[in-house]
């Protein structure tokens, strides 16, 4: 079976290559993994089995076959060996990669997988540094809007009006007293509308956009949200990559919302 084939040439490889004690890399962040995992399904060229496990360890390429192999008995995956100079390469590919909807199921189970082992090698513990944000923290906030929206997403008086509203989760990520990221989450009823995300230059692509969303799910999750919808640019592809690489999955589309012309796809996830 297809199954059978990826554990055995996937463990036949790794073996050759590394022995069987690789793990993941100390030093390499999961939004890195997220956009290479994505990258390679949604693309003819399909997911390099050895040059992934170079880069991201045995115990991650493991745990991203392991899920990938409930998806061959459906036949919506399957496994492609290629001749190399350094001989054989193992490819993962989608029969599908464009078909959104079953794309997004398999990427969603695939990262799903993969946060425990991300989690236990290098994420940020679940309060490393997170914390409900107050008036006196303005300054910063301010200072991560003008860097992360032309002409700023909102005033410094929309600021202070969400954060006084009893329905409004307000989380920032500090670190040696410096605010990195914050996250904005909106109640009604058991719903909840994440407003906005916005992560300082510095710290972009270091994990904190998705330890911020994983704090505010869990602040939701105590508060009896089921589910959190949000709205993205179509344009905004690592926003986009984040919330799907988050298990948040496109329920709808928003023609011409930002400025009268873009479109803006709306995202939603069961709690």
């Given at each position: 079976?297809?199954?059978?084939?990826?554990?055995?040439?996937?463990?036949?490889?790794?073996?050759?290559?590394?022995?069987?004690?690789?793990?993941?890399?100390?030093?390499?962040?999961?939004?890195?993994?997220?956009?290479?995992?994505?990258?390679?399904?949604?693309?003819?060229?399909?997911?390099?089995?050895?040059?992934?496990?170079?880069?991201?360890?045995?115990?991650?390429?493991?745990?991203?076959?392991?899920?990938?192999?409930?998806?061959?008995?459906?036949?919506?995956?399957?496994?492609?060996?290629?001749?190399?100079?350094?001989?054989?390469?193992?490819?993962?590919?989608?029969?599908?990669?464009?078909?959104?909807?079953?794309?997004n199921a398999i990427m969603t189970g695939v990262l799903s997988d993969l946060e425990e082992t991300f989690d236990e090698?290098?994420?940020?513990?679940?309060?490393?540094?997170?914390?409900?944000?107050?008036?006196?923290?303005?300054?910063?906030?301010?200072?991560v809007d003008a860097a992360s929206w032309d002409g700023g997403f909102w005033t410094r008086a929309m600021y202070t009006?969400?954060?006084?509203?009893?329905?409004?989760?307000?989380?920032?990520?500090?670190?040696?007293?410096?605010?990195?990221?914050?996250?904005?989450?909106?109640?009604?009823?058991?719903?909840?509308?994440?407003?906005?995300?916005?992560?300082?230059?510095?710290?972009?692509?270091?994990?904190?956009?998705?330890?911020?969303?994983?704090?505010?799910?869990?602040?939701?999750?105590?508060?009896?949200?089921?589910?959190?919808?949000?709205?993205?640019?179509?344009?905004?592809?690592?926003?986009?990559?984040?919330?799907?690489?988050?298990?948040?999955?496109?329920?709808?589309?928003?023609?011409?919302?930002?400025?009268?012309?873009?479109?803006?796809?709306?995202?939603?996830?069961?709690?």
């Amino acid at each position: 079976p297809l199954s059978q084939a990826i554990a055995v040439a996937c463990e036949h490889w790794l073996g050759q290559r590394h022995g069987p004690v690789i793990e993941c890399q100390a030093d390499t962040p999961w939004d890195e993994c997220v956009e290479t995992l994505m990258l390679a399904l949604r693309t003819d060229q399909g997911l390099n089995v050895p040059a992934f496990c170079s880069a991201f360890g045995h115990t991650t390429t493991q745990k991203v076959l392991a899920s990938l192999r409930g998806w061959n008995d459906e036949e919506h995956t399957y496994v492609q060996e290629e001749s190399a100079d350094d001989g054989l390469v193992l490819r993962v590919r989608l029969t599908d990669p464009h078909g959104l909807l079953l794309e997004n199921a398999i990427m969603t189970g695939v990262l799903s997988d993969l946060e425990e082992t991300f989690d236990e090698g290098r994420a940020p513990g679940p309060l490393d540094g997170v914390r409900p944000l107050e008036v006196d923290d303005l300054d910063e906030v301010l200072a991560v809007d003008a860097a992360s929206w032309d002409g700023g997403f909102w005033t410094r008086a929309m600021y202070t009006a969400e954060l006084q509203k009893p329905h409004t989760t307000a989380l920032g990520k500090f670190e040696a007293g410096s605010l990195l990221g914050y996250v904005f989450l909106e109640r009604i009823l058991d719903e909840g509308s994440l407003l906005l995300i916005a992560i300082a230059p510095q710290a972009r692509r270091k994990g904190v956009a998705r330890l911020l969303m994983d704090q505010v799910e869990r602040a939701g999750k105590a508060q009896g949200l089921q589910t959190i919808t949000l709205e993205v640019r179509e344009s905004n592809t690592a926003a986009v990559r984040l919330y799907e690489g988050c298990g948040y999955h496109l329920v709808g589309k928003r023609p011409r919302y930002y400025e009268g012309t873009e479109d803006a796809l709306l995202l939603s996830k069961f709690l």
